[in-house]
């Protein structure tokens, strides 16, 4: 086997980024490998796809390549040149089946399992649908970071009459969504078209004269101080980020989405004041991914539920306990 083969063994499953992360080391981090400092900023982390990251160059210590149990020293630099959920442990098939009908699927899909496959192919949502259903047209995309319902029709004539359900309002996904800050109205809508700068671009932005139209509706569930938990709906659209770029054009991008103007992880120690981690161990974050999970699936009096995951679940649980409303 070729050495060329062997890096692309490396690489399957990742997606280089090129925006790169970058944690200095402190001096109560010097001594810890490689691995126990990125399970602390980027965890829980699998070992074997960081090490996996080490060998194919997409981790650096002061810009050079690193074996992933290498020690560290204050004043270290260390670069990933992918996303840090890339190097998370992930339970591989975990696509629940919540609904099937004649006419439609609505599977639960986990944060961190691409939607559709990739061009290094490679485990997705769709892939595990058609080993169990065949003819499936799906009705919308989930960004891989975003957990929850992914629906699909069964055929071309389920599809044309879901679309069109979709269309007048009377089908759709609802979304939960957590968000900073404090909002003055209980509901809106965001109504401004989204488009790429570039072809090659993975997110969207404000794009009134070249957009395309779409239309995303939203709610207040529940406030907390400093953070909002919201109902989130397209209206009309329901394209890829069309949701999270319709928050953060709304000056509340969904907490943790680096992608739309937010910091990329969210710590315990920013919420608990006097917070302190154990002395050699960096601090777990209690977020790194956008705080977005496709919650159900409505249509007519058919409600589908996607349980919430168990990062979210415990964020919520942790901002009700220290940041309730007085």
């Not at 001594?31 to 982390?45: A, F, I, K, Q, R």
């Not at 389920?158 to 359900?165: H, I, K, M």
């Not at 159900?296 to 979210?312: C, I, K, N, Q, T």
Request: net charge negative.
């Amino acid at each position: 086997m070729s050495a060329g083969h062997d890096e692309d063994e490396e690489l399957e499953g990742f997606e280089p980024d090129a925006d790169r992360r970058h944690f200095e080391v402190g001096r109560e981090q010097k001594g810890l490998s490689v691995l126990d400092l990125l399970d602390g900023e980027c965890g829980p982390v699998d070992r074997s796809r960081v090490a996996a990251a080490a060998r194919a160059g997409l981790i650096l210590l002061n810009g050079e390549p690193i074996a992933s149990g290498a020690t560290i020293k204050a004043g270290d630099l260390v670069e990933l040149k992918l996303a840090p959920t890339e190097l998370q442990r992930r339970a591989t098939g975990e696509l629940t089946i919540l609904h099937a009908d004649d006419e439609l699927v609505v599977a639960d899909k986990p944060s961190g399992m691409p939607f559709a496959e990739g061009r290094r192919g490679g485990e997705s949502a769709l892939g595990l649908l058609g080993d169990r259903f065949t003819a499936l047209r799906p009705l919308h995309r989930l960004d891989k970071e975003t957990s929850g319902v992914v629906v699909a029709a069964r055929g071309g004539a389920a599809e044309d009459a879901l679309q069109a359900e979709l269309a007048a309002g009377t089908a759709g996904v609802r979304y939960l969504a957590i968000v900073r800050g404090t909002l003055d109205e209980p509901a809106g809508t965001i109504d401004v078209p989204l488009g790429k700068r570039r072809r090659s671009d993975t997110t969207l932005e404000p794009d009134p004269a070249h957009g395309t139209p779409c239309a995303t509706a939203w709610s207040v569930r529940e406030t907390l101080r400093g953070f909002v938990v919201l109902d989130v709906w397209p209206l009309q659209g329901g394209r890829s980020h069309q949701v999270r770029a319709h928050l953060s054009s709304a000056a509340m991008p969904a907490l943790c989405d680096r992608l739309y103007g937010e910091d990329d992880r969210l710590l315990l120690s920013q919420l608990k004041l006097g917070y302190r981690p154990k002395r050699g161990r960096p601090e777990r974050p209690l977020l790194v991914r956008p705080a977005l999970h496709a919650e159900r699936f409505v249509r007519g009096a058919l409600e589908v539920r996607s349980p919430l995951p168990s990062d979210l679940d415990v964020l919520l649980a942790q901002l009700r306990r220290l940041r309730p409303l007085s």
